[in-house]
């Protein structure tokens, strides 16, 4: 990545000072939004009133997102089981009549808003993705070995 940067900087894709004041300003967003994300968690499990809830597998063993090296925050951001069940809900909501159908959908949508009720907002970054095309090619070209 310092490779990445310095090289960018020398033949003038991207302006130094800009970039740094774009990558200070993700990795305060990223502690921010990390910050927030625990607050959330011990919020949650405060009020649930117990310690985290790990499924077991048949045999008693337990498994949690960090026994595969992955973060427990990435796995939330994909969201893979709600976004397929949203779907499922909204064709459910068809057959239901109008008002039905709206007030449950208000009330997945003031759901949502109480689960990202003050996340930080990510900056806005336009230098760094100058950065796209030149990452790309040196990813491929590491892979390729």
């Known amino acids: 990545m310092n490779a990445l940067f310095s090289g960018a900087v020398s033949v003038g894709q991207i302006d130094q000072a ?3 004041t774009e990558i200070d300003a993700l990795i305060s967003w990223q502690e921010a939004r990390k910050k927030w994300h625990q607050d959330k968690t ?22 949690k997102s960090s026994d595969f ?7 939330q951001d994909m969201n893979y089981e709600e976004a ?4 499922d809900e909204e064709e459910s ?4 009549d109008p ?3 709206e007030r449950k959908r208000r009330a997945r949508r003031q759901d949502h808003l109480r689960r990202t009720a003050g996340e930080p907002v ?3 970054v336009s230098e760094v993705d100058g950065l796209k095309e ?12």
């Open 18 to 20: 800009k970039a740094v």
């Open 42 to 63: 011990r919020q949650k499990m405060a009020a649930e009133g117990g310690g985290m809830n790990v499924e077991t597998v048949p045999g008693g063993i337990a498994f």
């Open 69 to 75: 090296g992955l973060d427990a925050m990435d796995l």
């Open 84 to 87: 397929s069940e949203s779907g």
């Open 93 to 96: 909501d068809d057959e239901l």
């Open 99 to 101: 008002i039905t159908a």
């Open 122 to 124: 990510k900056p806005p």
């Open 134 to 145: 030149s990452f790309g090619s040196m990813l491929r070209m590491v892979l390729a070995e």
